[in-house]
């Protein structure tokens, strides 16, 4: 089964996209698998995460805008000084994280979420695509 989802976003960020996944593994029918998860741009990434203290996605957030800054001199600028940025931050992450199903459920462990991060300055619609599969 493959489905698709929006995430409106707000800029810069985690956002939790679980219950998303979690419903779409529901929905599925698949009791035992494989969930894959896939952001259809080159400037978003998702990742999964601890979901129970919302300090560390704030210190990710922190470290990874130190690590790669808007302010650098980039060739490709002509989206805005966040745009290559955002792409440095994508490629150093990942755009797609597969995960295991166990009796019907995302297996993750007790303090794991799964987040779309949002890498640009100002907010967009950010388009998921899921892909549950069974043997």
Request: some cysteine; glycine content about 6%.
């Amino acid at each position: 089964m493959i489905a698709t989802f929006s995430v409106p976003t707000r800029g810069k960020g985690l956002h939790n996209i679980t219950q998303q996944i979690a419903d779409a593994v529901a929905k599925s029918g698949v009791r035992e698998g494989l969930c894959t998860i896939f952001v259809q741009h080159t400037s978003a990434s998702i990742i999964v995460q601890e979901n129970a203290d919302p300090a560390v996605l704030r210190d990710l957030e922190n470290w990874l805008s130190r690590l790669v800054r808007e302010d650098e001199p980039f060739e490709h600028a002509e989206e805005g000084p966040d745009d290559m940025p955002s792409h440095i931050r994508a490629a150093l992450t990942a755009t797609s994280v597969a995960i295991p199903i166990m009796d019907g459920k995302p297996a993750l462990g007790t303090w794991q979420g799964i987040f779309l991060w949002e890498h640009r300055t100002r907010g967009r619609n950010r388009t998921c695509v899921v892909h549950v599969a069974s043997d």
